[in-house]
């Protein structure tokens, strides 16, 4: 009688645990945003609209490039497992995903033949970015997002259809408190002109 319910407590003991890994993991791999969204307003809604989610779909239509290069921030290499963004700096449409798969480098075709930086295809309207459109590389490092930047190759100026190799800059200070500091000092000077 032990015996049975040992094996059976066994049996449990692996059942429930395989179970729920399959499920959080099958409900972590859902977790991608649509193609057409937007960071609004930016940057105040960075993290809310990134936050929890692994990667952005793909518009059934759209063209999209594979880059590849080195990674760094403040010329130190990004460390593997740090979640980058690539936004459309226009209209700040979400157009790209990865993580950085080995310590200061990435390489868009590591994840597939269709997982790249979405582009519009020619004639057609934000299914990504437009070509020579600048790109606005985000990196998510301790729970806060630091903005950078393509800084070599075919990306530089902006997105095209490449497979080559283009390095990423990304800026030590956070985006969201850059941008936002940069907003406050505008205020003050305001401020301060009117009182004169």
């Not at 977790?31 to 692994?54: E, F, K, Q, R, V």
């Not at 759209?62 to 010329?75: L, M, R």
């Not at 950085?100 to 295809?121: E, H, N, Q, R």
């Not at 800059?169 to 907003?183: C, F, S």
Request: contains cysteine.
């Amino acid at each position: 009688m032990f015996k049975s319910i040992t094996n059976r407590t066994a049996v449990w003991l692996l059942f429930v645990p395989a179970v729920f890994a399959l499920c959080t993991g099958s409900a972590v791999a859902s977790t991608m945003l649509d193609y057409d969204t937007y960071i609004s307003p930016w940057p105040s809604a960075i993290p809310s609209t990134l936050n929890g989610y692994d990667g952005v779909t793909m518009h059934p239509d759209a063209a999209f490039s594979q880059p590849w290069g080195n990674i760094s921030k403040g010329g130190n290499p990004v460390s593997i497992g740090t979640q980058i963004w690539i936004i459309a700096a226009d209209d700040k449409q979400v157009v790209g995903e990865f993580v950085v798969p080995y310590d200061g480098g990435y390489d868009f075709s590591l994840g597939g033949l269709t997982y790249g930086i979405y582009g519009d295809a020619p004639g057609d309207v934000d299914e990504g970015a437009s070509m020579s459109e600048l790109l606005i590389v985000l990196a998510e490092i301790g729970g806060k997002y630091y903005q950078g930047s393509f800084i070599s190759g075919d990306l530089k100026s902006g997105y095209t259809l490449t497979t080559g190799h283009c390095d990423i800059e990304i800026i030590p200070e956070p985006a969201t408190l850059a941008l936002l500091a940069v907003g406050g000092a505008t205020t003050i000077l305001l401020r301060w002109r009117r009182k004169k």
